[in-house]
């Protein structure tokens, strides 16, 4: 705008004075036009560095981001052979980018082809620079080590931590630790007082920890080069070669050339007569495939980054609600049959330790079904219990993540994790069987109606469906999607004394034998709950075998 400016008072010098050296002032002008292009170019050589170090940052980004998912999608494969899972099934994704694949736990894996770098945008016609060195992105996988487990790689050589140890993709079993006696609570005491609480056991020693598997984050740090993170992002390393260079994200840029002046379009030539045919050519190198998945009989092989992973398929699983093996009634006092209530606290059959293992503990059928007396795990996958008391109906609340349980359902050992939300206005919620085809939403409740007081137990299948134990806790969330809710009813039936008598806790407190007893320092061992003081769901026992307790049937199924 200055120069503008300039321009204008020079020519109205001119005009006025009238004696002003002509060629002067063309000089000055053609001096003015000069260094204006000088400085729209150097503008425009600004802007074109900007929008080339723009796109830079972007191409790092897609770099890291794509190797980052790259290495997460192998942590998710080698998690799953490790968990010993299966292929339920695999699609193709919706925009041909990938593969879904479906385990056997309800979990789904998403694996992704290599995808090409983005073209740079052009930049001015000129004589070509010295190309720049290439830029590298450290291929990250895995390998398997003569141990036996996967470790991480780093273009096809062990990655090395800062003290020059492999690092595992996949964690050792750590040895198993001593089990500790589970403590129990009293059952309810004489004429109308509960009983003192049974002092619980200590809990055995932990077993030593099995180091885990380490899943390794990439990033560019501003020098331009790879670094690598094995803490989760709290700390960062240089990722080397193998000749223990750093490795680069990007290559020098050559020197750029002068910009050269565009010529002319000629005029398109006539066209030539067509050539004759060529000899076939060799046929083409293969491309480096960087996932594929193919099903040979019930193996699944998936080749993703170099690596093949063979999986065993098997059918889909159907989603399966636990609660559902149990009985929803009581026995009656032959033991011969159920009673037609599910809350009456009176009315159900009473059996001694030894009546209820002679009745029913080779199995019992009833309306054509086949049940038996529920041993302590099968028991624990309805009752949450180890070491701490999980069902609670009080206005206290505690929450629990990531429990780690030890049940059985179907005559099948299973380890599992959940989540609890108790003391929600005296109601248990809780989030089970997370990563199976049993999990589940449960809600527990302690209902106080007179002689059909109870505790009500609802569960409801989540396999497919993402929710978190928070919104479970919810009241809200139970109001709708009902229909597949299954709800089991315990009575507050209490236990008959050996003398006959029934304590005053009728209505108030509910006790169900297992059996075999897991206990040989008690007499009797039993699930139930107390509704007095403190009241919760969990285990009990009775020192007295010649006290009578309810029978709750579990469904025999294999």
Known sequence: MKKFFATITLVAMF???????????????????????????????????????????ESLDRLTNNANSEIGSLKELINAMTNQLSVVSYKELADK????????????????HGTDGAAGKDGADGADGND?????????????????????????????????NMIPAQGKDGKDGKDGNDGAEGIAGVDGKDGKDGVQGAPGTDGKDGKDGITPLLRVNWNLYWEMSLDGGKTWLLVKDANNNPIKAQGA?????????????GQPGAQGDPGAQGTQGDPGADANVTLSITESGNVVTIIYNGVTFRVPKEAPQAPFNPLSLVA????????????????????????????????????????????????????????????????EFTEVNHN????????????????????????????????????????????????SDGN????????????GVNVNVDEIAQPSYWDSNTENDVIRRFPAGSYKKSSG??????????????????????????????????????????????????????????
């Open 501 to 558: 008598e029934f304590p005053a806790s009728v209505g108030k407190n509910g006790y169900f034998i297992i059996y075999p007893n897991p206990r040989s320092d008690y007499a009797v061992y039993i699930a139930g709950f107390n509704g007095t003081s403190n009241p919760k769901l969990t285990f009990y026992y009775s020192n007295d075998s010649g006290d009578y307790f309810t029978v709750r049937l579990f469904e025999t199924v294999h």
């Open 97 to 112: 980018s990938g593969y879904e694949i479906t385990m056997s736990d309800g979990s789904k894996i998403t694996l992704k």
């Open 400 to 447: 629990y993540d990531n429990v780690t349980e030890c049940v059985k359902v179907k005559g099948k050992s299973l380890i599992m994790a959940s989540d609890y939300r108790t003391g929600v206005d005296s109601v248990t919620y809780a989030l089970r069987y997370k990563g199976t085809n049993m999990v589940t939403a449960w809600k527990y409740e302690y209902i």
């Open 328 to 391: 929803m009634y009581n026995t009656n006092e032959e033991g011969s049959a159920f009673v037609t209530s599910e809350t009456s606290c009176t009315g159900s059959g009473y059996f001694t330790y030894n009546q209820a293992g002679t009745t029913f503990g080779a199995g019992k059928t009833i309306g054509g079904t086949q049940y038996h007396l529920p041993n302590y795990d099968e028991w624990l996958s309805i009752i949450p219990y180890y070491s701490t008391t999980y069902i």
């Open 452 to 463: 059909n007081t109870h505790v009500k137990i609802t569960s409801r299948s989540l396999f």
């Open 253 to 265: 840029q050559g020197p750029r050339g002068p910009a050269g002046q565009q010529g002319a379009d």
């Open 15 to 57: 005009l006025i004075v009238g004696c002003v050296d002509l060629d002067e002032l063309w000089h000055e002008i053609d001096l003015l036009k000069q260094q204006n292009t000088e400085q729209a170019n150097e503008l425009n050589e600004r802007k074109s560095k900007l929008s080339t170090y723009e796109e830079l940052l």
């Open 132 to 164: 720049g060195a290439d830029g590298l992105s450290p291929n990250i996988s895995v390998k398997l080590h003569t141990d036996g487990l996967f470790y991480w790689t780093i273009n096809g050589e062990f990655l090395l931590d800062a003290d020059g």
